[in-house]
Antibody, heavy 121, light 109 residues
């Protein structure tokens, strides 16, 4: 059973960089899946941030294009999110999720439990 | 960007009743890339339906989804106590960003 687990600082200073890692267990990150980041806040609801393939190919939300970087570490079976120049508006619960191809459809079938990141001085 | 608008915002029903949740897209969405999720407080979204009408693993058959183009529906028959939660639709078609609806809260009447 695939499991995803987010980790990283829960508090980031304004103008700083938010860094999170998602550890994948029960399956290889080096497979035909796309690895995603989604965040949720009361004001913005669920917001898709971007996704990465094990090759390093990425697709980002255009609204974050200038601030977001995603990477994958196949040796550790993890993928990561970096969001720069953060403000209070980036305070949210951040989820990692797998977009998996099965039964002829892509599906966001496995999600991490989420981690709260607060932007505050 | 495809905007998804869900209705109603809140639905108050009793266990045993049926629920109908709607999701309207600002532009056509391929059925292959329309999903529904259930979320309970403090938990991640849980995939219910994908491909507009296919149930995810372990989802009981009282959950059904349909629709095409810009209008999609999630129907829950014979509500169980554990079904009361927030439900989201999502589209993840060929043109990011992938987007979610604002959610429908299904609450016990």
């Amino acid at each position: 059973q695939v499991q995803l687990q987010e980790s990283g600082p829960g508090l980031v200073k304004p103008s700083g960089t938010l860094s999170l890692t998602c550890s994948v267990s029960g399956g290889s990150i080096d497979s035909i899946n796309w690895w995603n980041w989604v965040r949720q806040s009361p004001g913005r609801g669920l917001e898709w941030l971007g996704e990465i393939y094990h090759s390093g190919s990425t697709t980002y939300n255009p609204s974050l294009q200038s601030r977001i970087t995603m990477s994958v570490d196949k040796s550790r079976n993890t993928f990561s999110l970096r969001l720069s120049s953060v403000t209070a508006a980036d305070t949210a619960v951040y989820f990692c999720a797998r977009r998996y191809y099965g039964n002829n459809y892509w599906q966001f079938d496995h999600w991490g439990q989420g981690t709260l990141v607060t932007v505050s001085s | 960007e495809v905007v998804l608008t869900q209705s109603p915002d809140t639905l108050s029903l009793s266990p045993g009743e049926g629920a109908t949740l709607s999701c309207r897209a600002s532009q056509r969405v391929s059925n292959a890339f329309l999903a529904w999720y259930q979320q309970k407080p403090g938990q991640a979204p849980r995939l219910l339906m994908y491909g507009a009408s296919s149930r995810a693993t372990g989802i009981p058959d009282r959950f059904r989804a349909s629709g095409s183009g810009t209008e999609f529906t999630l129907t829950i028959n014979r509500l169980e106590p554990e079904d009361f939660a927030v439900y989201y639709c999502q589209q993840y078609g060929t043109s990011p960003p992938y987007t979610f609806g604002q959610g429908t809260k299904l609450e016990i009447k």
